[in-house]
């Protein structure tokens, strides 16, 4: 078995994209987007078209004691490169007919040389050679095209977000139950989610995972209430939902209310109280 292979990946396993039997016709027409860990691409694959999600070389940086514990780079891929993160964060959803709590994903595809040459011409700093590569394979994810895109407005992009209060609750409760699957997303930001739902898995870790045998404990930057943090943020926080749309607030919550709790401290004069956040995970 090849380094950097799918095989290697542990489960929960993810599935290929059904062509139905058909040899897989690729045609790339826009970029969409690009980031540290990969681009996406408007393509038309054996004529449907779909959002494109190709990876970088890039792995997620993590702290030297616990990428210590799995020295060998090509065992290290499975749990801190991006394609192996959404693979099995999906592959999960999938699993427990959570699907709905992210965008529609379709399977994964190996890409062949053709597509390599394309990706050297039209892509920038994406090294495909062989020589930086070896004889390593490349895949992608693909996924359901959203119809949107980003401009310089706070709240037309913050409105894309969330949508309505309706889908800004599910989003709120869909990330609790995405935690008790043992998936801790570790990046949420506005890139991130549209109209209620997680589009972005690239720094995800998904239970088990030989970094964390407690799936409480999941995520590069902390455990799943670095997530609940990082989402109350965007509702809560300075220019955040709550801000731009004050006539539509949104009142969920994943975390203690910290100036409640202040104040209702101060209020029993009880001294010295640490604020700790909640265990979504129970």
């Known amino acids: 078995m090849l380094e950097y292979d799918v095989a290697c990946i542990p489960e929960p396993k993810l599935h290929q994209l059904d062509t139905g039997g058909a040899p897989l016709e690729l045609e790339f027409i826009k970029q969409l987007g690009k980031g540290l860990h990969s681009y996406v691409w408007k393509v038309r694959i054996n004529g449907n078209v779909y959002a494109l999600k190709l990876f970088t070389h890039e792995q997620d940086l993590c702290p030297e004691a616990l990428r210590g514990t799995i020295p060998n780079k090509a065992a290290q891929w499975p749990y801190l490169h991006a394609f192996p993160n959404e693979y099995r964060a999906f592959a999960r959803l999938k699993e427990f007919g959570q699907e709905d709590l992210a965008v529609t994903c379709y399977g994964w595809i190996e890409l062949d040389k053709s597509h390599h040459e394309f990706m050297d011409r039209h892509i920038d700093d994406f090294d495909w050679s062989e020589e930086y590569y070896g004889k390593r394979k490349r895949y992608a994810i693909v996924k359901e095209l959203l119809d949107f895109t980003y401009t310089m407005w706070?709240?037309?992009?913050?409105?894309?977000?969330?949508?309505?209060?309706?889908?800004?609750?599910?989003?709120?409760?869909?990330?609790?139950?995405?935690?008790?699957?043992?998936?801790?997303?570790?990046?949420?930001?506005?890139?991130?989610?549209?109209?209620?739902?997680?589009?972005?898995?690239?720094?995800?870790w998904t239970a088990p995972h030989p970094f964390a045998a407690d799936p409480a404990a999941l995520c590069i930057e902390g455990p799943?209430?670095?997530?609940?943090?990082?989402?109350?943020?965007?509702?809560?926080?300075?220019?955040?939902?709550?801000?731009?749309?004050?006539?539509?607030?949104?009142?969920?919550?994943?975390?203690?209310?910290?100036?409640?709790?202040?104040?209702?401290?101060?209020?029993n004069c009880i001294v010295g109280l640490q604020i700790q956040p909640t265990n979504l995970d129970v």
């Open 224 to 267: 799943p209430s670095h997530d609940a943090a990082s989402l109350e943020e965007m509702v809560h926080g300075e220019d955040g939902w709550n801000d731009i749309f004050p006539e539509n607030k949104i009142r969920d919550r994943l975390l203690p209310n910290r100036e409640y709790v202040v104040t209702r401290t101060q209020r």
């Open 154 to 204: 706070m709240h037309e992009d913050m409105a894309r977000v969330f949508g309505t209060r309706k889908q800004a609750k599910k989003t709120f409760d869909g990330l609790k139950i995405m935690h008790k699957l043992g998936i801790s997303l570790g990046d949420i930001k506005e890139d991130n989610v549209s109209w209620g739902k997680y589009v972005d898995f690239s720094r995800s």
